[in-house]
């Protein structure tokens, strides 16, 4: 394997020093500001504040089709958007919470909204004709059956010992 050489680009400007209080202070700044911005994604309150701002999606593949399932809690059908787009299947929703308290000495209304969308490459094989979808419980899946000559295409190889 032959080594091949790479310029590092360093940078003029002084980076502070371990002990600096600059560096403690960015780096608290920094955090903060993460987690305010985390805090107005709606997933953010099912999976807390460390979460990502897309919803989970697990992909299986079995012998006769795909399937994907993405966490959408608080979603109905209504809010999901399913889509292809040539080989790109789209999957859009967006969440609009508000919830309202009224007492006598006070009223408090809170919303949440947040939208998000995701996008997959669809391999070869996949009947685009076929795919369903459907939402339930807060779950969305996504069934993508595979072409016959898909299907047909797998082979055993017989593995013999030297």
């Known amino acids: 394997m032959a080594n091949i050489q790479v310029d590092v680009k360093k940078s003029s400007t002084s980076a502070p020093q371990p002990n600096d209080p600059r560096r403690s202070f960015r780096t608290e700044l920094d955090r903060v500001l993460e987690q305010f911005g985390q805090s107005f ?3 953010a309150l099912f999976r807390g504040i460390e979460s990502a701002k897309l919803p989970s999606v697990d992909i299986a593949e079995n012998a006769n089709a795909f399937t994907l399932t993405a966490e959408l809690p608080g979603l109905t059908a209504e809010d999901v958007d ?29 919303r949440t909204y947040g939208a998000f969308e995701r996008s997959f490459y669809l391999p070869d094989g996949v009947d685009a004709d076929a795919i369903n979808a459907a939402v339930a419980k807060g779950v969305l899946t996504v069934t993508l059956p595979k072409l016959p000559s898909a299907v047909d295409k797998a082979k055993k190889i017989e593995v013999k010992a030297a």
């Open 82 to 110: 399913v889509s292809l787009d040539g080989r790109n299947l789209i999957i859009k929703g967006e969440k609009q919470q508000e919830t309202k308290t009224e007492d006598k000495n006070y009223h408090l209304t809170e």
């Open 41 to 43: 994604s709606p997933w």
